[in-house]
């Protein structure tokens, strides 16, 4: 798959190396041209130790250069918008929003819009949000693309490692957005990174999915293992339901 990244810091680093080590194509842009470049050679040079050429023993890997946030636009079927959330309305008119370049794109956004907690107790670090529902002004910053929520709630370091399985569950990855087509690709790229992609439903609920990294983000930087709070699906509502509602 062709993948245009909009974006070449942490989030298109990881994201787009794994995309590339999958043997897809990526093309990361950003304002900084020599930014994109300089990401992209260095993951190039990791991974096939030639910059921006495919692996050199005919292996699956893909190609990865960097350009201008345009040309990822108009690059890429898929397309990764990772830049902060103060940003995403700059950065999509770069990318050719107004020129429906993004018509008919799945475009995946993995922005949080965390802001400081300012009531959280000095010397902790906790988040709230400084917007509601990031991913539906995405969505009508860019009316004409198939907008799917996906990759907010862990570390780009996460996303980077190799690992895969905790605790014999492998890592999964909520997918909210209206198209099926759309849910679909994104799937089958989260697929592509060893990771498991969950149907979470629409657009709509991504809001719950940005408050939901906003609020483990915070216990996590607290030093408390959010996982610890989920019982396994089977343990999920400990008395069988018949039905019935005694209480
Ligand atoms: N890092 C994480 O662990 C993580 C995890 C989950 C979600 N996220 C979310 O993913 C998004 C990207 O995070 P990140 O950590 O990858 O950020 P980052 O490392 O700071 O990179 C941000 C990228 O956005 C670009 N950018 C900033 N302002 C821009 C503008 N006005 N127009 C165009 N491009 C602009 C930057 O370009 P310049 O270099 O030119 O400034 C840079 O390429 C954020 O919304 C973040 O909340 C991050």
């Known amino acids: 798959m062709r993948v245009g990244i909009l974006g070449a810091g942490q989030m298109a680093g990881a994201l787009g190396a794994g995309w590339t080590e999958a043997g897809h194509d990526v093309l990361l842009g950003a304002r900084a041209v020599g930014k ?15 910059a921006g050429s495919a692996s050199a023993d005919g ?32 950065a999509l008119a770069a990318a050719g ?7 008919d794109r799945v475009l995946v956004d993995c922005t949080n819009a965390f802001a400081p907690d300012q009531a959280a107790k000095e010397g902790t670090m906790a988040f709230v949000l400084s917007e509601d529902a990031l991913a539906e002004r995405i969505a009508a910053l860019a009316p004409g693309a198939h907008v ?12 980077q490692s190799g690992t895969r399985i905790f605790e014999d569950r492998r890592l999964a990855v909520p997918l909210c957005g209206d198209d099926p087509d759309a849910v679909l690709r994104v799937a089958a790229l989260v697929s592509d990174l060893g990771l498991a992609p969950i149907h979470a439903g629409g ?24 996982r610890a709070m989920f019982p396994p699906l089977e343990a999920a509502f400990a008395v069988p339901d018949a039905g019935e509602c005694s209480r």
Not at 36 to 50: D, K, M, N, T
């Open 59 to 90: 292996g699956a890997g893909g190609t990865i250069r960097g350009g201008t946030l345009r040309e990822a636009a108009e690059f890429g079927e898929v397309l990764l918008l990772a830049v902060p959330a103060a940003a995403v309305a700059e």
């Open 203 to 226: 657009l709509g609920r991504a809001r719950y999915l940005e408050a939901a990294s906003a609020f483990v983000v915070s216990l996590w930087f607290a030093g408390e293992d959010a």
């Open 148 to 159: 799917v929520k996906a990759f907010n709630l862990c570390a780009a370091e996460v996303w």
């Open 36 to 50: 994109a470049v300089g990401l992209a050679e260095a993951i190039a040079g990791e991974q096939f130790g030639a």
């Open 97 to 103: 929003a107004a020129d429906k370049i993004l018509d």
